[in-house]
């Protein structure tokens, strides 16, 4: 394994990362090509050069996905509590062993930085052992009929297939989030990653191989064709549930795509987070909680801060130590350990920062730091903050999904209320104020299903992730995200 401070040479580093990662499909235990042979390239945003060429799924092949996850499902079912249990535990121990190995593998796939990576593969096998530990924890209902004739016995029974298709942003934690609950429960499972990052979820299928899950209880299925191989495997009648992270805009087109067979679908998609800092707020405290909220991953997070309100009596003063605070980040290969900032996933990605950003300047927004791409390789974009932006701008209507700050002042709670909840997602807001009172207050008027009072980061396996209004539907992690993956039964009884 090639230590980080040495990793400057890409060709070397990218074939020792890639080494012993599956290119092929991952279905029923084994490895194989697509049903037509087609491939396509995942590369590496630092440079753009290709680390690895993976299988691209047919509709043949969701097909056969979809036949060993049936194959698998009634052992797995029945496979007691306490055993699924002990493989998601197996998974994790795995998982944190090779935490820096699988942190590289996010790093050249996705362009975050080594930190962020590893974090993210801790926090991705923090659900496989949470889940490990509900796993044995389902809970049933018994109760008399308030008419006293019978008993109402209500069990929970895992839903049946479940399709979980993920974004690039989050490569390990989007699939365990899914995968953990869904073993958990007994359900089996296609995984569809994302085609930017299909590495780290065919590396998390060899590692569940490993821990000894069963064939066909876990598949994984990269493809350029997301739409073909996810339309064919929802429309299985055999497949009952669908669970999606990423854009709203895929994701309602899923919805619809479910409702044609009345498929149950759990939904994360798209954010657009307030950060809200009252004049009351610990102003180190709300600069270091910016910087979390709007930096971690490079600021391509759903739950990334993506236009901050700040009271106007402090808003210079935070607005002059955000921007020196974005100003000193240090950005490049995220492989080497002084790097703070990481290239964006792809050039689309970064080119549609630099349109919102230029799009607000042209609003008459003020570059307080950064703002423009830079020359050279790779898809780099800088930390920027904004001061200065009108309220309508685009860049305050949008997901930024990148290393950019938009400053707008405000004078009352109801305008930050009102700013907060101004538009159609709701996944989550930060809060900044030592009033505690005012905070919950304010936080209970917030449509959002998350609210970070005084902290910059939400995230916990151990509760409830998710969002009101177009951010989603059903949550991830804590006990809501077992039940996602089972369906009540409810059985009437006299004796
Ligand atoms: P995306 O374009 O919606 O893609 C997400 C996944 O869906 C990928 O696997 C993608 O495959 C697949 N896909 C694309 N088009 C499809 C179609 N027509 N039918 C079926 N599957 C399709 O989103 P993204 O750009 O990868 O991710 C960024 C988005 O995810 C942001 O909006 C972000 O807020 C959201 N996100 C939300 C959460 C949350 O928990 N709420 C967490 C992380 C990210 P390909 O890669 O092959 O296109
Ligand atoms: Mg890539």
């Known amino acids: 394994m090639t230590d980080v401070t040495d990793a400057r040479d890409r060709t070397d580093v990218s074939a020792t990362i890639t080494a012993g990662v599956p290119t092929g499909l991952l279905i029923g235990g084994a490895e194989r090509a697509a049903s037509d042979g087609a491939t396509f390239d995942v590369h590496d945003p630092v440079d753009g050069s290709v680390l690895a060429t993976v299988s691209s799924g047919t509709r043949a092949d969701a097909q056969a996905a979809v036949d060993a996850a049936a194959d698998a499902a009634a052992d797995w ?83 049946g297939i479940a399709i979980l298709v993920t974004p690039w942003n989050f490569p390990a934690a989007m ?105 009351d707020a610990d102003l180190e405290s709300a600069v270091a909680g910016a910087m979390i909220a709007k930096m971690r991953n490079g600021g391509e997070a759903c739950t990334a801060a993506n236009r901050f309100y700040v009271q106007e009596g402090i808003a210079p003063e935070f607005s002059r130590r955000l921007a020196e605070a974005m100003g000193a980040l240090r950005t ?84 930050a209320v009102r700013l907060a909840n101004g538009t159609p997602y709701g996944l989550v807001s930060y809060v900044y104020t030592q009033d505690i009172g005012r905070g919950l207050r304010v936080s209970e008027r917030i449509e959002s299903g998350m609210v970070g009072l005084n902290r910059g980061l939400v995230s916990d396996p151990a509760a409830p992730f998710g969002g009101m209004k177009e951010s989603g539907i059903g949550r991830e992690g804590g006990a809501e995200g077992l039940l996602e993956y089972m369906e009540s039964q409810y059985i009437a009884v006299s004796w």
């Open 77 to 159: 079912a029945a496979t007691p509590p306490r055993k699924r249990s002990e493989v998601l535990s197996r998974a994790y121990d795995l998982m944190v062993e090779r935490a820096d190995w699988f942190a590289r593998l996010i790093t050249a796939e996705n362009g975050k930085v080594f930190a962020d990576a590893r974090g993210e593969v801790l926090y991705a096998a923090e659900f496989l052992r949470w889940y490990a530990e509900e796993a044995v924890r389902i809970p049933g209902t018994l109760q008399t009929a308030p008419g006293g004739a019978n008993k109402i016995l209500v069990e929970h029974r895992p839903i």
């Open 175 to 279: 699939a365990t989030r899914k995968i953990g609950p869904a073993l958990a429960a007994g359900c089996t499972a296609v995984l569809k990653p994302a085609s930017d990052t299909p590495l780290t979820a065919l590396a998390i299928g060899k590692l569940f191989d490993e821990a000894g899950l069963p064939a066909g209880v876990l598949n994984v299925l990269p493809s350029r064709s997301s739409g073909a191989v996810v339309e064919q495997m929802v429309r299985d009648p055999r497949a009952r549930k669908l669970s999606f992270t990423g854009s709203t805009e895929v994701g309602v087109t899923l919805m619809q795509l479910a409702a044609e067979s009345v498929v149950s679908t759990s939904m994360e998609l798209g954010g657009n987070a307030p950060f809200v800092v009252f004049d």
């Open 332 to 415: 490049g290969d995220g492989l080497d350990p002084e790097v703070q900032l990481g290239p964006m996933v792809n050039e689309r990605a970064r080119d549609d920062i630099a349109a919102l950003v230029d799009g607000a300047k042209a609003d008459g927004a003020t570059v307080l730091t950064g703002g423009s791409t830079p020359d050279g390789a790779g898809w780099f974009y800088p930390a920027t903050v904004l001061g200065d932006v009108p309220e309508h701008a685009r860049i305050l209507q949008e997901e930024i999904f990148g290393p950019v700050a938009p400053i707008v002042t405000f004078q009352t709670d109801d305008d």
